[in-house]
């Protein structure tokens, strides 16, 4: 499913913008209403030491899950040549939600079993701050919606109907559900069997994650998510939990998943990451270390897919895989990621 470029989220998303984000406001319109006039306080900035200036990287860079990922890092690349990194990880997470031709980010996704579209995302800054949505339903952009929770409540993360009565008052329309039509025919067919076995790299997977570190060296993640294919109704996955699917950690760096959610849940894979690279690592070293632990943690590897890549504040980058199949985007190029398992 396409979501028109001007629907009434993209004319209303930009109310909670604040000045210096001028970068997106190129990409996605402007338009621009106080916290207060918003009936909301925004959240207050949690404090952190700058990166030193000797890791500050020479030009911004970009990271993001799966084939999806290009589209995803050139909207990003446009917001980073003057813009922060949290606009740009926003920007480029929502081309995903508006038009994602394998169907696992957006309305347009495929369901859980009951026939519902319910939609997670997660973003979050290098200084702790961050806002996720879980289980919301009819949010074209849930991102954003995100984006909101970290920038206008008190919260982190939520869910379902609070979240969508959240989003309508923030002005986000909330539609009523419902299929694509390539959804439901799938949906259907589906039902006749009921067999509900994810398998490994179907559909060049579920999530858009993203990583970017701006000129000024700020670095910001976010992820955007439909979940598995056919899950339980009220099933949650890594991608809206901080430190499941996407953690930043000044001045250490940020790491994102994606895959099957219960494995990287069970391990706080992108945290274990960043501590790797705490504990001196290298962005590919952790990735690696990482993926081990999940797979220790986790019988039976060869029935599941997770993807790990990660960040330093120099802009040194890593990928890691369980099984083969997995790719990725840096920059405006796609690469396959190595694997413990080809």
């Known amino acids: 499913m396409k979501i028109p470029a001007n629907s009434r989220l993209d004319e209303t998303v930009m109310l909670h913008r604040r000045p210096v984000c001028k970068g997106i406001a190129g990409v996605l319109g402007s338009g621009m209403l106080g916290a207060a006039a918003l009936g909301c306080e925004s959240a207050p900035a949690m404090q952190t030491s700058a990166p030193p200036a000797s890791t500050l990287p020479r030009q911004p860079v970009v990271l993001s899950t799966w084939d999806h990922g290009l589209p995803a890092n050139r909207a990003a690349l446009t917001i980073l040549r003057e813009g922060s990194a949290i606009d740009a990880v926003e920007a480029g997470c929502r081309v995903v939600e508006r038009e994602c031709p394998d169907m696992t980010v957006g309305l347009g996704a ?161 945290h274990l990451a960043v501590e790797a690279m705490r504990a001196g690592a290298t962005p590919q070293e952790a990735c690696e270390r990482a993926i081990a632990r999940i797979i220790e943690k986790n019988p039976k590897p060869e029935t599941y897919q997770v993807g790990m890549l990660a960040m330093d504040f120099a802009g040194r980058t890593g990928a890691y895989a369980v099984q083969r199949g997995f790719t990725y985007a840096l920059q405006d190029e796609l690469r396959p990621a190595p694997s413990m398992f080809t």
């Open 110 to 270: 495929r369901p859980d079993r009951e026939g519902r579209v319910t939609l997670d995302a997660a973003i979050m800054l290098d200084d702790g701050r961050a806002g996720c949505v879980a289980f919301v339903q009819g949010v074209a952009h849930p991102i954003s919606l995100a984006r909101l929770v970290m920038e206008r409540t008190p919260h982190v993360l939520l869910v379902g109907a609070g979240a969508e009565q959240f989003a309508r008052e923030m002005g986000i329309e909330v539609l009523a559900p419902r299929l694509s039509e390539a959804a439901e025919r799938e949906w259907k067919a589906w039902l006749a069997e009921k067999r509900y076995e994810p398998r490994i790299n179907i559909e060049n997977h579920d999530t858009i994650s993203m990583l970017a570190l701006d000129a000024q060296g700020r670095m910001a993640a976010a992820s955007t998510t439909s979940g598995l294919a056919y899950k339980m109704h009220g099933r949650v996955g890594d991608s809206p939990i901080i430190g499941a699917g996407i953690f930043v950690d000044a001045p250490i760096g940020g790491a994102i998943c994606t895959g099957l959610g219960e494995t990287v849940l069970r391990t706080l894979g992108a």
